[in-house]
């Protein structure tokens, strides 16, 4: 069984990662969707709503899990059997960042794979970063985030 592991931050998901889910889902038996537990970094969302969200927005997809870990993606992949690691690829900067991770990830696990995925033309310009920078000032997020995590992102902007 083709075990592929798809790890971010994803606070919060977009349409952006959904899209890269739906299409890894396509290419491998299993997906786990891997929420980082980073301490280091101040997120909008606890890594469990994160969770929820993943679920939620995921729960369609039979073959797509979601978990979480804390530390490298390269041992939490040979932790759950991953032998490929999923990234998404919307531009050059993009390419430049993921490129270091996937020579990083090679020296760490030389049993992990990396697949990078392009991005759909409609995606080029989401981001979570993005997300919050709209949300924020009250703007029109509609064409940027799933439809059922769209209540929890106002709810935070609106307290
Ligand atoms: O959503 P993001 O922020 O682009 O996800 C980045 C992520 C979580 C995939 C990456 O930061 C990661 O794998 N972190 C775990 C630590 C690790 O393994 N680092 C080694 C590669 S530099």
Redesign the pocket.
């Known amino acids: 069984m083709k075990k592929a592991i798809y790890?971010?931050?994803?606070d919060p998901l977009t349409l952006g990662h959904l899209d890269i889910i739906e299409r890894a889902a396509k290419l491998f038996d299993c997906l786990v969707v891997a929420v980082?537990e980073?301490p280091n970094k101040q997120s909008l969302f606890s890594v469990e709503e994160r969770k929820c969200h993943l679920e939620m927005a995921t729960a369609r997809l039979e073959n797509v899990e979601v978990a979480s870990f804390k530390?490298?993606?390269?041992e939490f992949a040979r932790e759950i059997g991953a032998t490929v690691a999923v990234?998404g690829l919307r531009n050059a900067v993009d390419f430049a960042a993921e490129y270091?991770?996937y020579l990083?990830?090679r020296k760490?696990g030389q049993e992990i794979e990396t697949v990078f995925l392009a991005a759909d033309e409609e995606h080029l310009s989401l981001s979570?970063t993005n997300v919050k920078e709209v949300a924020v000032f009250g703007g029109n997020i509609d064409f940027m985030v799933p439809q059922e995590i769209k209540p929890f992102i106002l709810e935070k902007y609106q307290k």
């Open positions: 790890a971010g931050s994803f980082l980073n530390g490298l993606l390269a990234r270091q991770m990083i990830n760490l979570s």
